[in-house]
């Protein structure tokens, strides 16, 4: 990928990690340890559900972003918020298309661990598809609480036909198995996607991930991207700290189901008497005046499954297969974009 000095000096300041500063009270402590507690209790689960949708559904009716800015967080609340902001720009009346968003049909997979954040996974089925089709999906959210006195809020968004929805490893309570973010029984730690997958995307290095449209298939989009009189760059980064924290869950098939968080910048570069065009969207997320360059910065979920190591390894060596990580589910959102 080619890298272009100005769109380095732009991003420099930007990727600085947050740090997620929590006590440990709402734990139980045995013998000087914490003791390992399911994430949350069903009933709590689905009333969480039921408040990140009636918030969702408010804040997409008005197209205001603070009607379900403290029920979402992460990507999914980067994303989320920054498009509210940008249609209630241009649409200070509201959505007169709103439909509400139903997610019914709801199994929570809930994992247990120690201290805080805790976190679930909601499987539900949405009214935007066709149920029973090809166009059947799940969509998997994932809601986070970063302590006992905080509210649960949606961080991660997947929408992934049912047949791409693995057996979770279970104990004999039913309670799901987390993976650490530097589990070295997989094939990629989760600590390490994101710098693996934005690493990979820059360079073609590490080749761990099976070709997608999302990973091969976006390398030669951009490679082939051309309009007369305009030149491209692209800047990819980790996406980390807080809430953009990997979360895992161990499947029967000795892998996992990870989700990671990463954030992309692209800019585009017009020759003398040409300037980038610039559509609604970006306009209300603009910063600075758009002559000769424009960036967009976006930011963007992943779900992916990671296969264990000893796969990765019979891959390599020719005696098997599916050993790359599987690219299930990206969803990307513009967060911000500036003019020069």
């Known amino acids: 990928m080619t890298r272009h000095p100005g769109l380095g000096r732009l991003t420099a300041g930007i990727a600085a990690a947050t740090v997620l ?17 399911p994430g ?22 008005a197209f205001d972003p603070a009607l379900d800015a403290d ?22 009346e509201g959505n007169k298309a709103h439909k509400p968003l139903v997610l019914d049909d709801a199994t929570y997979v809930i994992p ?6 805790r976190w679930f ?11 029973g089709g090809k166009l059947d999906t799940r969509w998997l959210v994932v809601f986070v609480r970063s302590g006992p006195d905080a ?47 934005t690493g990979y995307l820059q360079n073609g290095s590490p080749d761990v991930f099976t070709p997608s449209t999302s990973t091969s298939g976006w390398r030669e989009t951009r490679r082939t991207t051309r309009r007369a009189g305009f030149s491209y760059q692209y800047v990819d980064q980790p996406l980390t700290g807080a809430t953009f924290a990997p979360l895992g869950l161990r499947t029967e098939d000795g892998g996992a189901l ?34 000769s360059s424009l960036t967009k910065e976006r930011v963007s ?31 990307p959102g513009l967060v911000a974009a500036k003019g020069e």
């Open 21 to 37: 500063c929590v006590t440990a009270s709402g734990c139980v402590t045995v013998h000087g340890e914490l003791e390992v507690l």
């Open 112 to 117: 247990k661990k120690a201290g805080w954040p």
């Open 258 to 291: 990870v989700f990671f968080s990463s954030k992309h910048f692209e800019r585009q570069t017009a020759a003398k008497g040409l300037r980038p065009e610039v559509n609604a969207d970006v306009k209300a997320l603009l910063t600075g005046e758009v002559n």
């Open 301 to 331: 979920s992943q779900l992916v499954h990671v296969p264990p190591r000893e796969a990765a390894a019979g891959s390599e060596s020719g005696s098997g297969s599916g050993g790359k990580v599987r690219m299930l589910n990206r969803l």
């Open 40 to 61: 949350a209790k069903k009933p709590e689960a689905a009333q969480a559900l039921k408040d990140f949708t009636d918030a969702y559904n408010a804040a997409d009716k």
């Open 151 to 197: 509210l649960w809020k949606a961080s991660y968004l997947a929408v992934v036909p049912p047949s791409q929805v693995p057996e979770f490893t279970l104990d004999e309570d039913g309670f799901a198995t987390p993976v650490k973010p530097g589990d070295d029984s997989l094939a990629v730690a989760p600590g390490e996607l994101s710098a693996t997958y």
């Open 71 to 92: 029920r979402v967080a992460g990507p999914l609340g980067a994303i989320n918020q920054a498009g509210l902001k940008a249609r209630q720009t241009y649409n200070p």
């Open 121 to 131: 996974l909601a499987n539900t089925d949405s009214n935007r598809d066709q149920d």
